[in-house]
């Protein structure tokens, strides 16, 4: 017998006793709702006839008080309205009789009712022949206790029927209970048997997926001989058969692959201690899972110490696991500048400087399941670049008193020889004039960027509103702005907090914006100079429309001697790595965002004063 075989027939025996328990409800409920029927149907409406028949009498005997009042019109029409709806109810009541007794007292009812109206009709006639007492004294006499002997025969018609419909319910209360205990019973006994078939039917199919899942926890140990026993004929015997099947050609697959697999990692590893930069990989706690030669000689530990070290417990620069920890909440790699990425480690009395990358390791779903950190050694690159800046620096003083030995000469023949040289002599004086001015200003700009690299130049700092500084930049520039149709602007809030900066060198790096700014705006231009709070920092803006910066050269702008292809207006292409220099200083940063034809943004950031 197959397994869908075994499953279907201990569904159906469950159906079988669903079935039979909702077959012996159904019995109950309609002989209940029979009974209940019964109630219904042949007592209330005798009921309701036996109430609406007082009512309708009632209302006859108010008739025949507002006659002896005086309202004699009104009084007999309320008896004959009354009397109609009376007699519509009798009939009624005639024809709903059901019950034993009920047929004697509808036809004493009928009878009284009759006598009633004759003895009416006659106080009528009374009425309008004798005095009110003697008036009074017929009604008494004859009206009165007629009214009250029907009155009483329709409370008692009511009652009688009353009672038989509670009998009724207490009948249908019985059947009730009756039902519900031979349901419960035959349900009980359903559920008793229906529980038993299946845990022993479950037990059955159970047996052999416990073997399964022993065998594929063998398996997963590395114990490729594990074999399940085949007991069946039906779907979980073939399962077994294939389950073998399977484990025997893994067995034969291991066998076959293992060399290959080790060959593999120990390539691996080989590749890993061969690379000269440091890799340590972490996962998602930043606890150390591996790490690379190099990484353990750049960091100072032994093998054996890895398995417990944290991020925290290798590199004492917190800037570097604080980027990994980013990367693990957001799955994304920060993207740093190369001069924020560099990281210096001591060993000892050993000092190097080291440029780091942090890469996510992702698994088969995408998700992240490491971070891989890279330790590559520029100390040798720095050495190089501070050898740089210190010739730079030293062949920019040199180079400042001849190249003022001579413009002083190049000017005093300007002077007293303009009247006696051709004015072909005096064109190339007056541009040789132009060219030393522009080495000197070349050169002073490399001896101040020399200087704020190296650390020499004393910041002033103090507390300054930030308007101050806007204000300077307009005084500045007011004249040129008066000269040309570009308008520069100024928003700011009026809560903004103080910043605490070099006044002069901040001044000169909105100056040296704006300056830029101002070159490349064409008529009608708008610059305009902005600040605002984020955080723990004074972020200042400086904004035009211009033609915009291309978006490979925005990166470079900030180094030495960049300058926009197509867009060179004369400068040396250093103001903007000065202004870099100097807000570097401050221990701020500054970027550009732009697009090409929707201008550009330059913004950099200042302390807030604590």
Not at 31 to 57: P, T
Not at 453 to 470: H, N, W
């Amino acid at each position: 017998m197959t397994l869908k075989k075994k499953i279907l027939i201990g569904y159906g025996v469950a159906f079988l006793l669903m079935g039979l328990v909702v077959a012996w409800s159904v019995t109950n409920l309609v002989s209940l709702g029979k009974a209940s029927g019964a109630i219904l149907s042949e007592n209330y409406r005798s009921i309701l006839a036996a109430e609406n028949m007082v009512d309708a009498l009632e209302r006859q005997d108010s008739g025949i008080l507002l006659i002896y009042l005086g309202d004699e019109e009104k009084g007999i029409s309320q008896f004959r309205e009354n009397e109609a709806i009376f007699l519509e109810w009798l009939v009624r009541a005639k024809d709903n009789i059901t019950i034993k007794g009920e047929a004697d007292l509808v036809k004493d009812i009928e009878l009284d009712y009759a006598a009633y109206r004759q003895y009416f009709s006659r106080w009528r006639d009374f009425q309008n022949n004798e005095k009110q007492l003697s008036l009074s004294e017929s009604y008494h006499e004859s009206v009165y206790p007629l009214f009250t002997k029907v009155r009483e025969e329709c409370i008692d018609l009511r009652h009688l029927n009353e009672e038989t419909m509670y009998a009724a319910s207490v009948k249908a209360g019985i059947a009730a209970r009756r039902a519900i205990w031979s349901t419960s019973l035959v349900a009980g006994s359903a559920l008793i048997v229906a529980l038993i078939f299946s845990l022993f039917l479950a037990e059955r199919l159970v047996r052999p997926i416990r073997r399964f899942m022993e065998a594929s926890r063998n398996i997963s140990k590395g114990d490729y001989t594990v074999q399940v026993p085949v007991e069946t004929g039906d779907e979980l015997g073939k399962l077994a058969q294939e389950f073998n099947e399977m484990a025997s050609k893994l067995l034969r697959y291991h066998e076959m692959n293992i060399e290959q697999i080790i060959s593999e990692k120990n390539k691996g590893e080989a590749i890993l201690s061969s690379i000269e930069d440091g890799l340590v990989v972490f996962d998602i706690n930043l606890k150390v899972t591996g790490i690379n030669p190099a990484a353990r000689e750049i960091l100072g530990v032994t093998l054996t110490e890895t398995t417990s070290l944290r991020c925290s417990d290798i590199i004492l620069d917190s800037k570097v696991c604080d980027l990994i920890s980013e990367t693990v909440e957001t799955t994304i790699p920060p993207t740093l500048p190369d001069e924020q990425r560099i990281v210096v480690l001591s060993l000892g009395k050993r000092t190097r400087h080291y440029l780091f990358s942090v890469t996510a390791i992702r698994g088969m779903d995408h998700n992240l399941s490491g971070i891989v950190l890279l330790l590559r050694d520029v100390t040798r690159l720095k050495e190089v670049e501070q050898l740089k800046s210190d010739f730079v620096m030293a062949a920019s003083h040199e180079l400042r008193t001849p190249l003022t030995s001579l413009g002083m000469s190049v000017d005093l023949l300007l002077e007293h020889a303009s009247g006696t040289l051709a004015a072909k002599d005096q064109e190339l004086l007056k541009a040789a004039h132009e060219e030393v001015h522009r080495m000197k200003a070349l050169v002073n700009d490399l001896l101040d960027l020399s200087k704020i690299e190296a650390g020499r130049i004393e910041m002033e700092y103090e507390i300054i509103q930030v308007i101050t500084l806007f204000d300077h930049v307009r005084t500045v520039f007011r004249h040129q702005l008066e000269m040309r149709p570009v308008e520069l602007s100024v928003e700011i809030p009026d809560d903004l907090p103080r910043v605490r900066a070099d006044a002069n060198k901040i001044t000169w790096v909105l100056t040296n914006l704006v300056s830029n700014a101002l070159r490349y705006v064409g008529s009608d231009g708008h610059i305009q100079l902005k600040a605002h709070r984020i955080g723990p920092n004074v972020h200042l803006f400086v904004q035009d429309n211009g033609p915009g910066i291309p978006q490979e050269y925005q990166l470079k702008i900030f180094q030495k001697f960049v300058q926009v292809k197509g867009q060179e207006t004369g400068g040396t292409g250093l103001g903007l790595a000065i202004c870099k220099e100097i807000v570097r200083a401050h221990g701020g940063t500054i970027w550009v965002e732009s697009s090409q034809g929707n201008g550009s943004t330059f913004t950099f950031t200042l302390p807030v004063n604590a």
